[in-house]
């Protein structure tokens, strides 16, 4: 079994951060950068599918639709899955104001800290635990669901992903960087347990010591 972990590309709210105030998040589109990298991704993710069937699990958000498009795939299921969708920030967003937010976010942890009429890290971390543990069930005991699933989702929300799979700790987790768009990561079954392709890029060690560890 194989889940394949795939942030979308680059869109317009990573290269204008103003694009917030006036667009929805959910309604954020790629960039010309973006679809470029959403079609080069597509022969990679395809060589990593293989030529059995697979399940496609999409982030509701304009971005993310887009990519999953772009990279060219004949999913035999198509699931726009809300649950794996960016942390919700709020609306739209005052530049001012998210300027402070995330000095206070950065200083109290991402994982805890709250948005104002969004979430805080642990409710992304909740409603990805609720997906994953419908997932591993379908995949282990319903035979005609396919055993590779792709996931087109967030940087934030791979990483918490990650973090439920393979139990990391919060610190850990905060340690973390978001993969870069259009970037993946694998996740094996190899009959003995769960396996992660290859690490996350770390800014600084984890506070309590703890590392990444595939199993």
Known sequence: MRIILLRHGQSL??????AYCRIPDHALPLTETGEDQARAAGPVIKDLI??????????????TKRTFELLGIDAERIVTEPRVREQDWGNLQDPVQQEVLKHQRHAFGHFFFRLPNG???AD??????????????????????????????????????????????????????????CENRVIDHDGAGWKLDRPFDQWRDSPDGTVQRPV
């Open 124 to 181: 992304v971390d909740d409603r990805v635990a609720a997906f994953l543990d419908g997932l591993t069930v379908r995949m282990h005991k319903d035979e005609e669901h396919p055993k590779t699933v792709l996931v087109v989702s967030h940087g934030l929300t791979i990483r918490l992903l990650c973090r439920r799979f393979f139990d990391w700790s919060v610190e850990l987790f905060e340690s973390l960087s978001n993969p870069d768009t």
């Open 119 to 121: 979430e805080s890290g």
């Open 13 to 18: 709210g990573n290269v204008d951060e103003l």
């Open 50 to 63: 293989g030529d059995g069937p697979v399940a496609a699990y999409v982030s509701p958000y304009k971005r």
